[in-house]
């Protein structure tokens, strides 16, 4: 494991960030945490798109599973009403160790899958669960510096799109 960890420091000390590519919410379903499974263009020549989908899916997967409600949730519930909330200071609710889990998921998709092809998966929790971004990175010996100018704008176009439509 600390090889894999030291791959993905290498891949970003070593290699220059050419893009990111935003995976939006999907709230055909209604507001349960689920992420679009299209696959974007900008990975055509980077990642299988079965990879891509089943990477998506099993997040949706864990995310519905987090969010399932069943009688350890309403234990969880009664616990803290009778407790003050004063229990969730030695005990971790169902929700966070999902959480968890979908961590060291995206952080072996990341090990096995993302950075051997150049691309790093950003765990929706660091971006508010608006979406899942993928940094896709070139090596700096053969990118040269055609790729600074011009992938800067598309990427924050996408990522800053949700917020002044949410209002």
Do not use: W
């Amino acid at each position: 494991m600390a090889t894999e960890v030291h791959n993905l420091q290498e891949l970003r000390r070593s290699a220059s960030l050419a893009t990111k590519v935003f995976i939006q919410r999907d709230y055909s379903d209604g507001t349960i945490c689920q992420f679009q499974t299209k696959f974007p263009p900008e990975l055509d020549s980077r990642i299988e798109r079965q990879l891509f989908e089943e990477t998506v899916k099993t997040l949706n997967g864990f995310y519905a599973e987090a969010e399932k409600i069943g009688g350890s949730s309403y234990l969880e519930g009664c616990l803290a009403c009778a407790t003050a909330y004063f229990i969730f200071l030695c005990m971790e609710t169902h929700y966070e160790k999902v959480l968890k889990k979908i961590s060291r998921y995206i952080q072996e998709q990341n090990e096995k899958i993302f950075a051997p092809r150049g691309l790093l998966l950003t765990d929706p929790v660091e971006r508010g669960m608006r979406v899942i971004e993928i940094s896709i990175y070139e090596d700096r010996c053969s990118s040269g510096s055609s790729s600074s100018g011009s992938s800067s704008g598309s990427g924050s176009s996408s990522a800053g799109g949700g917020g002044a439509g949410a209002r």
